[in-house]
């Protein structure tokens, strides 16, 4: 960088937050897989006002900017600018909580607050609300996991359409505010979305038009009466069935929030005590140790989890004897811990588990004490990147305390996203395994009923990076997984910077619209170049 171009930037932001020292700038150019391109400074800016002057001084010298909230996006490109050097503009300093509406239940944030931050805020004031948290680690960006179109658990699982009133900075440095927002005083910027006249938030979601400072996200209320359910079935045979059963739970309306179907690896992954593989040079589990596994854990070839949340004791066992007669046609065992169950846990440990192979103390804090389903921030969904990083892994350690990124994990995901059906889900599955095991790695497979009529695929690819040709291994089978799911027609809900030349194939009018759109807001190609177009 200029000497004047780097003191044009100290002049904005202080010295202390413009950092180009190797050490820091190495790890910001780090992810989960290979990255070819370059952080060269990070920018840390205080506020939107700063965030604007960096970006005209980016316009001015025809800087290539790439803007990260908490920098955790794990498994899809983490800070990496996705198709050349670029300066990185690192939100994480914003993590003011604007406000929270405890009367409807908002929370309006900068990119830089935390699931955790924002969840430990809302305990303080007396847990009336939830947010709706992912799976992965708790110190990932609300804003970035929003910008994204990510999901979560609960009632408000897709972000993107519970949240509204972003302001944005414009990659010429213009801030403008979408929806109710732009109109001084009103009463309606946090809690409604459509303001009149066209709605341009989409544009600013998984894209490179323009950097969000600030939003607004819905929260569920903590029900009185709660249960988490889970479930699981070995014959692939009945696997249409259940899907078909758990659609129509879905638009009935009596499941509200995203639940997950996952077959055996994905469950394992997630476990207390990882089940290493003792053969370092086999990829993947043998049948016999599959086998003895999934009877350790109590898992089938597929397990699933939902939730029901209810408002008095009659409701929830009313929805609970619903949802019974809906799935145990198509399932092995299916288990509900509500308040009565734990209540008599003691009691009844016993006659659970040979009735149904679940084991309920060991359930307990998970799935409902503790369970994401309702808000709480956890670690643990960290324990999967970790499958084959045995010596980073040891009984007992603080996953939420953990850096894929520096710790050279190796994770790339792969989201098509399925029509809810279990002919598509079925055929989707078959795909995803016969790929993924020609590459040497496990059927790593999820499936997140996030909405009524599509479920977003999760496909994991999961590996230790200092093995010698995992990264190249590992690329070529996140490429050859991404095609082959779109030419059979389950196109991908978010990409990583492996994937990002997809979009090369969508119609020509989109990609012409797009890219004028870009040339209006953006004419010197500064912000984000090749992140989604």
Request: glycine share 8%.
């Amino acid at each position: 960088m200029e000497a004047q171009v780097r003191d044009a930037l100290i002049g904005i932001v202080g010295a202390t937050n413009v950092i180009d020292d190797d050490v820091a700038l190495e790890a910001a150019s780090t992810a989960t897989y290979a990255t070819e391109h370059r952080i060269t400074t990070i920018v840390r800016p205080a506020d939107a006002d700063q965030v604007a002057s960096v970006l005209r001084v980016a316009q001015a010298e025809s800087m290539a900017v790439y803007p990260v909230s908490a920098g955790k996006n794990w498994g899809y490109g983490s800070r990496t600018p996705a198709n050349e050097a670029a300066v990185l503009l690192d939100l994480s300093g914003m993590d003011a909580i604007v406000a929270i509406d405890d009367e409807l239940g908002t929370a309006t944030v900068e990119p830089g607050v935390t699931f955790r931050q924002l969840a430990a805020t809302l305990a303080e004031q007396g847990n009336r609300w939830f947010l709706a948290v992912p799976g992965t680690t708790p110190d990932a960006s609300l804003i970035g996991n929003l910008v994204e179109r990510g999901w979560g658990f609960g009632p408000y699982s897709d972000r993107f359409a519970t949240s509204c009133g972003f302001q944005v900075v414009l990659p010429d440095g213009e801030i403008i505010e979408t929806g109710h927002a732009r109109f001084p005083g009103s009463r309606s910027a946090t809690n409604y979305r459509w303001g009149a006249g066209p709605s341009t938030d989409g544009l600013f979601t998984q894209s490179n038009l323009g950097v969000v400072t600030r939003a607004t996200i819905f929260l569920a209320p903590v029900p009185p009466h709660y249960a988490s359910f889970l479930y699981h079935v070995d014959d692939e045979d009945r696997f249409e069935g259940l899907v078909d059963a758990l659609r129509g739970l879905r638009m009935s309306g009596l499941l509200r929030t995203n639940f997950k179907v996952q077959n055996t690896y994905r469950m394992l992954m997630e476990r207390e005590r990882l089940p290493l593989v003792t053969d370092a040079d086999d990829a993947v589990l043998s049948d016999e140790r599959l086998t003895d596994l999934k009877q350790q854990y109590g898992l089938g070839t597929w397990n699933g989890l939902g939730a029901l949340y209810c408002w008095s004791d009659e409701q929830l066992r009313a929805e609970e004897a619903i949802v019974r007669a809906a799935l145990e046609p198509w399932v092995d065992a299916i288990v509900f811990l509500d308040e009565h169950i734990i209540q008599d846990e003691a009691k009844l440990q016993a006659s659970i588990k040979a009735d149904t192979g679940y084991d309920i103390s060991r359930l307990r804090d998970h799935y409902y004490d503790h369970t994401r389903m309702l808000g709480n921030v956890t670690g643990k969904g960290v324990h999967g990147a970790y499958w084959r990083m045995p010596e980073l892994a040891p009984d007992g350690q603080a996953y939420e305390e953990t850096d894929l990124d520096t710790d050279r994990v190796g994770f790339i995901w792969v989201d098509p996203i399925v029509p809810f059906t279990g002919h598509d889900l079925r055929e989707a599955a078959a795909l995803a395994a016969a790929v993924q095991t020609k590459h040497g790695f496990e059927p790593n497979l999820g499936f997140n009923c996030v909405t009524e009529r599509a479920v977003t695929m999760t496909l994991a690819l999961v590996y230790n990076r200092e093995q010698p040709g995992s990264d190249d291994r590992a690329g070529a089978c996140a490429r050859e997984l991404a095609a082959a799911m779109q030419d059979a027609g389950f196109s991908l809900g978010r990409l990583t910077t492996l994937t990002m030349d997809m979009l090369d194939d969508a119609d020509p009018g989109s990609r012409t619209m797009q890219a004028k759109i870009k040339a209006a807001l953006d004419p010197n190609h500064v912000l984000a170049p090749g992140r989604y177009e």
